[in-house]
């Protein structure tokens, strides 16, 4: 292992003390409440800048010899929070941490000769096989991967306190609910996301003192996160080109909140004037309009873009191939803010369980900024990559489905079965035949390719969606998965699927089923 230099320590160490959570899984996130800086054996008030710039200072320029920092754990279900004490100790290249709570272990490290040494008196594992890697990971992290904060618009404690206080409130119904409406998404991943946006706008309303005589959520979807704030004495509306069956399951007050109805930007007229805030969650070809439409109509927006689109609702064409996909739409909508007179456009990012987490909010429109100049931009924009007239192209009412289900079984099962074939013609074991993605297409025609693209997104989706014959083996790997026995343990497969199905090795595979019958999913 080669050796940690001593500022490469530092730096670990420094982001070991912002990121106490990314150690413990049970905590949300660690807050500093006191830095204290020890001089010729004295200590004295700071703050977490100077040892911020402690920790990079070169050794020789350093004006003390450690601090003590005061920090508290907000657990994510424990209702207290748990106090620490950090020690750093610039001349032993030591930090010990210190918990008020046996649920959290004492531990120490230190740089002795380029290795680290780390102790506690219990949890050997835990340094080992945890703490170690990390702190070896974030000691070869380049700067600025330390600066990346979440929740930065709101006091975090109050967020962690408000998204327990909702989990405790609406988790259990709201999966209840789920199950009834026979919703086919996973209930986790949108009940526990849409609950902590619901906290986090709750928690910037109150930092900020900007609450909503009204909000109204355009492409509202389930209207899960309208339920949520209505329940919370939050009035709102939600908007959606579809009702769904989750709708008709809320409460009254929420069912009549939720109106049915198509988003047309250039049309759009809002049937509540009491509304003072937009909301817009992952609302697709509406994202960008979203400061558009808080433009026009004078009122704050809070905005997680998701796809990306252009303002005609086509696919969004990138203007910067350095930065990803993503972040090149992120920078387009602050564009497009700022064009309608939101000059300070501020951005946070949301702790939630998706990959599109970043969000844009505007509060303070410039009232200088001219209506017209607003609406040539967006004129501007829409014809930019039309021809003719500007337009807007929006969603279907009635939307398609496309992840295979509607493409005929017969032809789906002679696809499966021949790329099947040609894996197990890779290799003379039958088992561990491995093929490159781009292989495998390459070997069926051309009307067998364009009709599983049309219908399901391409070969891809294909394989996954038959993830009990095929695996992806790393990079653009395709192999057949070995069949698993059924779990004896506490993790079971679920009834639903166990034995519903013929088994695909025993019908296909040369060597049959290499398990028996009464450990197989499917049925021999």
Request: glycine share 6%; with cysteine; hydrophobic share 35%.
């Amino acid at each position: 292992m080669a050796a940690i230099e001593e500022p490469q320590f530092w730096q670990a160490i420094g982001i070991l003390i912002q990121n106490y959570h990314a150690l413990n899984k049970k905590i949300f996130e660690a807050v500093i409440t006191q830095v204290e800086k020890r001089q010729d054996g004295r200590l004295s008030d700071s703050s977490e800048e100077e040892l911020e710039k402690s920790l990079k200072d070169d050794p020789g320029k350093r004006t003390c010899t450690g601090f003590k920092i005061g920090f508290k754990l907000l657990p994510k279900k424990l209702p207290e929070n748990i106090l620490g004490t950090g020690t750093i100790d610039f001349v032993k290249c030591l930090y010990e941490c210190q918990f008020a709570s046996d649920a959290i272990e004492d531990f120490s490290v230190r740089l002795l000769e380029g290795q680290l040494l780390l102790e506690s008196e219990q949890k050997t594992n835990w340094l080992e096989f945890v703490l170690k890697p990390k702190l070896l990971s974030w000691s070869q992290a380049k700067q600025d991967e330390a600066k990346v904060k979440s929740l930065g618009l709101v006091n975090v404690e109050t967020y962690n306190d408000m998204y327990k206080e909702l989990k405790r409130k609406h988790s259990k119904r709201l999966i209840d609910l789920w199950k009834t409406a026979q919703e086919s998404t996973d209930p986790l991943k949108f009940i526990y996301e849409d609950l902590a946006i619901a906290a986090y706008l709750i928690a910037f309303w109150r930092t900020t003192e900007t609450y909503p005589t009204a909000f109204a959520d355009l492409g509202c979807g389930n209207g899960l996160l309208v339920h949520v704030l209505n329940a919370e004495g939050f009035k709102g509306y939600g908007y959606d080109i579809r009702k769904r069956k989750l709708w008709s399951l809320y409460p009254p007050d929420t069912q009549q909140s939720l109106i049915e109805k198509t988003v047309e930007p250039n049309n759009f007229r809002l049937d509540f004037p009491d509304v003072n805030w937009l909301i817009g969650n992952h609302s697709d070809e509406l994202s960008p309009w979203i400061p558009v439409l808080a433009g026009r109509l004078n009122m704050c927006y809070f905005l997680i873009p998701c796809c990306p689109y252009e303002l005609s609702g086509a696919k969004f064409r990138r203007r910067n191939t350095k930065v990803s996909a993503y972040q090149d739409f992120f920078k387009y909508v602050k564009k497009v803010s700022r064009e309608c007179g939101f000059p300070l456009v501020m951005q946070d990012r949301l702790k939630i369980p998706s990959t599109k987490r970043l969000a844009l909010i505007g509060i303070k429109r410039r009232p200088t900024k001219a209506i017209e100049d607003m609406e040539y931009f967006v004129q501007e924009e829409l014809r930019k990559y039309k021809t003719g007239e500007a337009e807007i192209k929006l969603r279907e009412k009635q939307e398609s489905v496309r992840n295979c289900t509607q493409v005929d079984k017969s032809i789906i099962d002679a696809l499966v079965l021949k790329i099947f074939k040609q894996l197990l013609a890779a290799n003379e074991d039958k088992w561990s035949g491995r093929l490159p993605m781009r292989e495998i297409a390459q070997s069926l025609t051309k009307e067998e390719l364009s009709g599983i693209k049309s219908e399901c997104g391409g070969i891809k989706t294909l394989l996954r969606n038959k993830h009990e014959v095929f695996e992806f083996c790393g990079g653009d790997l395709i192999g057949i998965r070995t069949p698993k026995p059924m779990s004896d343990g506490p993790v079971l497969r679920s009834r639903v699927t166990i034995k519903k199905r013929s088994c695909f090795f025993k019908l296909h595979h040369p060597l049959g089923c290499p398990l028996e019958d009464a450990v197989c999913s499917f049925i021999h």
